[in-house]
Every structure is written in structure tokens, then in C-alpha cells.
């Protein structure tokens, strides 16, 4: 899956009505924030925190020509898991919570190009303490970096990357 319908599709699966612990999400363009990649959100919590969410992609084996219309290819989806209850502890979310939880929407969406998805606070990540890694069926991979995990008040500054904080 192309980071064009990556983004929108997670976006899509992230309850946001200002009333639970995820207030607020947003694209990097609809939040006009140009200091990463063309794709990403912006998830703003009830504690006032903010996680900047960087969104990449690697492509198939054999490469992609972006030229043409994107093949889709499907299979099974992954098995559902239970999805973990967000909640405040201290007055703030945790940001290995965040990363489970945007996992079990992946994962529990049912999407058949969808194979798996790592969480890299299991393990996974060799570079990043944060994120997620979703394998498609054609190959290729959507990485969702964390890139800014950011208190109340903070706004995002470049020299904040991959600077994680335990909790928002």
C-alpha cells in the first residue's frame, strides 16, 4: 500500500471526537507541519501532549513504478487482538500504550493487504524505541515512525526528533 492511502486509512481508524484520551488528529498537511516527510499525523492527547507520527515507506521487491496505477494485492489479514484501553496514569498516556493501540486498529481493521505489524517497542525496531512497521502482501512496508513525543506546551522543534519521553 502506497503512503498516499496509508496515511488517510490510519487516520480513518483513530477515534478522535475530543472526548477520549485522543483528542485531535491531523495530517502533517492539515496541521501545516513541513519538518519531516510529505506523510505523517499529529494525534493530540487530553494530557495537552502531542506525538508527531512520521510515515514512510519501502517498496516491493523489485521495486515500483509510481507511474502506474498501484497493484493491490491481497490475503489474509492478521488476527485480531485485543485492543488496549488508552488511559491517563499521572495525567499523562504513555507512549508504549499509543503505539499498541494504533497496532490493534491496524491489525483489528480486518484490511486484507495487510500482513502483519510490529510494534517496535517489542522488540522490533533496530533504530527506534517507538513505532510501527506494516508488511503488506505485495512486499512492501509502511513505516510509522515516532518521531516527536512532546508535553503539554511543547511545540515540535527539529532538535526533538526521535527524542522520546515514556509518556505524553
Not at 502506497?2 to 488517510?8: A, G, S
Not at 481508524?13 to 499525523?41: C, H, M, Q
Request: glycine letters at 12%; one cysteine or more.
Amino acid at each position: 500500500m502506497r503512503v498516499q492511502r496509508f496515511e488517510p486509512f490510519l487516520k480513518s481508524l483513530i477515534p478522535a471526537d475530543g472526548s477520549g484520551v485522543i483528542r485531535e488528529v491531523k495530517t502533517f498537511a492539515e496541521n501545516e507541519f513541513t519538518e519531516a516527510g510529505g506523510y505523517g499525523l499529529v494525534l493530540n492527547f487530553a494530557s495537552g501532549g502531542s506525538l508527531y507520527a512520521d510515515i514512510v515507506r519501502g517498496t516491493p521487491p523489485g521495486g515500483d513504478d509510481r507511474t502506474a496505477d498501484e497493484p493491490m494485492v491481497e490475503g489474509d489479514p492478521p488476527t485480531p487482538v485485543p485492543l488496549p484501553a488508552l488511559e491517563l496514569v499521572g495525567g499523562k498516556i504513555r507512549t508504549a500504550d499509543i503505539e499498541q493501540y494504533l497496532r490493534a486498529l491496524i491489525i483489528n481493521s480486518g484490511n486484507r493487504e495487510i500482513s502483519q505489524v510490529h510494534g517496535y517497542s517489542t522488540g522490533a525496531g533496530k533504530f527506534h524505541k517507538y513505532g510501527l512497521a506494516v508488511t503488506f502482501h505485495r512486499g512492501d512496508v509502511c513505516y510509522v515512525y515516532f518521531l516527536q513525543t512532546l508535553p503539554a506546551g511543547r511545540a515540535p522543534r527539529k532538535d526533538q526528533d526521535y527524542r522520546w519521553l515514556e509518556a505524553m
